[in-house]
């Protein structure tokens, strides 16, 4: 018994290891087993679900496979934002360098954005993991998706972490004229920012 589990194991280990480059296979097929605790992140940023699972979680869980720190959709964005760097030590880990320079600049910026961009996160970026339903004639699964799709905005939304697009494309169903209204929209916005009190003296505290 032992050893099935050591063979299976290391069968694991070697197609985690061959996914994870840029050579063959180009395509893993895998059942709702490799949904947990597998990354393929390296060199993959598109899934393609052959059946939808009833839970949100569940969906997370897939798609956090490829969407994961540092993944390949996390390098091309940050490729195509590098444009700004003037120095480049081609002697050094050229990636460190790029996040490097994107995690000054969010600083600098101060834009209030949080410390899980550039490494986990870059909204800016043209590149979006890619999703492929594959669905049978007649079937549902298409309005399954965007049920599912909708209930994992309302879940990651009790977290505090939605994805932009995500949530935009929920609200536009419910309300399709609420992206044109900014006081309907401000209805949905959720201020976290620190409150300021002003002391009799003049002195702000956070």
Partial sequence: MQTEHADRGDRDDKVRTAFNSPFKPFILTSTSIGQEGLDFHLYC????H???????????QREGRINRYKGHLI???ARDMMSGMTQIDYSQDLWEQIFRYLDEKRRKEQTGQ???IPYWIIEAGKNKIIRHVLTLPMGKDIQKYKSVKNTLVSYRLVFGQPRQEDLIEYLENVHENIICDEKLLSRFLINLCPLIFTKPNGINNT
Avoid: A, G, T, V
């Fill in 45 to 48: 940023h598109e899934i393609y």
């Fill in 50 to 60: 052959w059946n939808l699972p009833s839970n949100p979680i569940d969906l997370e």
């Fill in 75 to 77: 390098r091309k964005n």
């Fill in 114 to 116: 949080c410390e899980m």
